[in-house]
């Protein structure tokens, strides 16, 4: 009889056990799609068999398994990382790239065309008046193109700064949730799924705006810093990032009034941009402190568009005033503010189609149109920039910022595969079985092997066939 | 040499390399076999390519347009491969660590040879 009631015994615990095995299968089933959620397992244990001693056996539940992988999870946070940074560089570079017009019909390639254009007509009949008066209004057309589009490079760069802020916003709402899931963990909740599901997903958005470390502590929380060392999570407690114009640099700016670097601040107030290296965050900052700086100048440099406004409103004043000493220039410019010369480009007041001399200091009667005209298609190191034509070193100019994107597209591309590659691989590492693993590693070794020599004579192949179309 | 020619090979070998992308984009080992198939494959129709070029000149703009847009997809082959080994070799890392546990110096320790068969069912 008291066989007969351990045995009944037994079959209510493995019902209850199966019971509990069944949840959790269940439980996997209804979050399959749920962001962040990583399969649980249940683990049945024997229960101590002697009926002498009137213990039944069977089986009783045991801890439940979390499949979640650090080293999978890892592999998603650093692709999407980098995923952000290109995407980010992609959106802000497009915003740039529009506003420099490469086309021969507008912009600053326009306006210099027409200039050399109107200078070339005015040479061949140096006395007529409205042939002056078209230099001057094609130099006033000049002056609308420098000033436009120094105006859209700064509209980009304060496009940029708001989602630089927005994503600092962002960054700053997920570390206070991930603070939040923490202290749930630390009341309890360390083995509940969903808390960890919310956890993890979190950390994965994270991962795509700003490079992350995660450090799983003792008690079930999640420690999150940068990957350069500042904290942004310990425990129940979140630092909070923000964005804000650079300080007064060490040494003398070339320009006073040069427009600062937007710096991220960690939550004691210094400076940790050089400690974001990858995410959206960086992509952004790469972009306001090094593409827009390149174009309209910063602290140290002037920009390519200032370095054109300046140098070619420079070289035609000479030559204006290479006919008439007591002429004035063309152009205005301000040499104490090297970084706004492209926003500030004028028309010298003083000058008028009047005043505007043909004849050169050799006396030659339309001396100072030819000069004009020739700055076209310059011959002499005094009429280039950087050994190239004006027209040339705007061409190079939107051609690097182009290239940047080209670069940022192209990034874009292969990382939102690597991304989508490294959940494939996170997907496939759930309830694996660590012998069949070492089988399967040690197997992908050897293929990864082979293939990755095909891929590197396909490359040098591709391109042998491409230097043959040369 | 028509240009059509020398776009057939191209054009096979550009959707080789983007068969094997779609593999690795969920990389197993029996399809890294598969993935050096077509590969090979790849390969040869390069080499084809490559003799009808030294035979008849070069080709004109949109074949080197679509050659660099291959040179592309094989270098996101490569890169993707590259993760897929990078997670390969991290794996059996930790398994190294979790059977033999660490060295000395830290490393996770290796695996001595046993010469024993593993079948798979």
């Known amino acids: 009889m008291g066989t007969l009631s351990a045995s009944l015994l037994g079959a209510a615990n493995a019902l209850d056990t199966y019971q509990y095995a069944l949840s959790i299968t269940q439980n996997n089933i209804g979050n399959a799609s749920t962001p962040g959620y990583a399969k649980q397992e249940a683990v049945l244990q024997a229960r101590p068999f002697d009926p002498a001693e009137g213990l039944a056996g069977g089986v009783s539940p045991g801890p439940t398994v979390n499949s979640r992988d650090l080293l999978a999870e890892r592999g998603v946070w650093q692709q999407a990382a980098a995923q952000g940074d290109a995407s980010a560089r992609n959106a802000a570079l497009a915003t740039v790239q529009n506003a420099l017009p490469v086309s021969d019909g507008s912009g600053i390639p326009a306006a210099l065309t027409a200039f050399f254009n109107a200078a070339s007509a005015w040479s061949a009949s140096p006395n007529d008046g409205s042939a002056r008066q078209a230099v001057m209004d094609s130099a006033g057309s000049l002056v609308a193109s420098f000033q436009t589009t120094a105006a859209a490079v700064a509209n980009a760069s304060r496009n940029t700064d708001q989602s630089i802020h927005d994503t600092v916003d962002q960054i700053n709402r997920l570390t206070t949730q991930l603070a939040n899931l923490n202290a749930g963990v630390q009341n309890g909740g360390q083995h509940d799924a969903g808390l960890q599901a919310q956890i993890y997903s979190a950390l994965e958005t994270l991962a795509g705006l700003v490079d992350i470390t995660v450090l799983p502590q003792q008690d079930g929380t999640m420690s999150v810093s940068l990957t350069g060392g500042a904290p942004l999570v310990i425990g129940n407690d979140s630092y909070a990032l923000s964005a804000g114009a650079a300080a007064a640099p060490a040494n003398p700016p070339i320009d006073t009034a040069a427009p600062p670097h937007t710096v991220i601040r960690g939550a004691d107030g210094s400076d940790i941009t050089s400690q974001i290296k990858s995410g959206t965050l960086h992509g952004l ?186 | 040499m028509p240009e059509r020619t020398l776009q057939e090979p191209l054009a096979a070998a550009q959707s080789r390399v983007r068969e094997a992308r779609a593999l690795l984009a969920c990389p197993r080992t029996c399809d890294l076999e598969a993935c050096a198939t077509l590969l090979r494959g790849a390969q040869d129709d390069l080499e084809q390519l490559r003799d009808s070029l030294l035979a008849g000149g070069p080709g004109g703009g949109e074949l080197r347009e679509q050659a660099t847009l291959l040179g592309r997809e094989i270098r996101q082959a490569g890169a993707l491969l590259e993760q897929a080994a990078r997670f390969g070799r991290n794996w059996l890392e930790r398994l190294r660590a979790a059977s033999r546990g660490y060295t000395a110096a830290g490393s996770p320790a290796p695996i001595p040879p046993c010469g024993q068969i593993s079948l798979m069912g």
């Not at chain 1, 920009?303 to 140098?311: M, P, V």
């Not at chain 1, 004849?359 to 190239?388: E, H, I, M, R």
């Not at chain 1, 939102?416 to 197997?443: F, I």
């Open chain 1, 285 to 470: 900052l790469q972009v306001r402190n090094v593409t827009i700086p390149g174009l309209t100048g910063d602290a140290s440099q002037p920009g390519a568009l200032n370095e054109l406004a300046q140098t070619f409103a420079g070289r035609v004043n000479e030559i204006v005033q290479a006919g008439v000493a007591t002429a004035p220039g063309l152009f205005v410019t301000d040499p104490a503010h090297p970084t706004s010369a492209a926003a500030k480009l004028a028309l010298d007041p003083a000058m008028s189609a009047s005043l505007l001399p043909a004849t050169d200091q050799n006396g030659v009667s339309n001396g100072v149109p030819l000069a004009l005209a020739a700055l076209a298609s310059p011959q002499q190191d005094a009429d280039k920039l950087d050994s190239v034509s004006y027209m040339q070193f705007y061409g190079d100019t939107t051609a690097h910022v182009g290239g940047q994107l080209n670069q940022a597209q192209s990034d874009q591309d292969l990382s939102g595969q690597l991304v989508a590659q490294a959940r494939s691989l996170r997907q496939t590492e759930s309830g694996v079985s660590l012998d069949e693993e070492a089988m399967h590693v040690l197997q992908f070794q050897q293929a990864y092997q082979a293939v990755a020599k095909l891929v590197s004579t396909l490359d040098n192949l591709t391109q042998v066939v491409i230097n043959m179309m040369q």
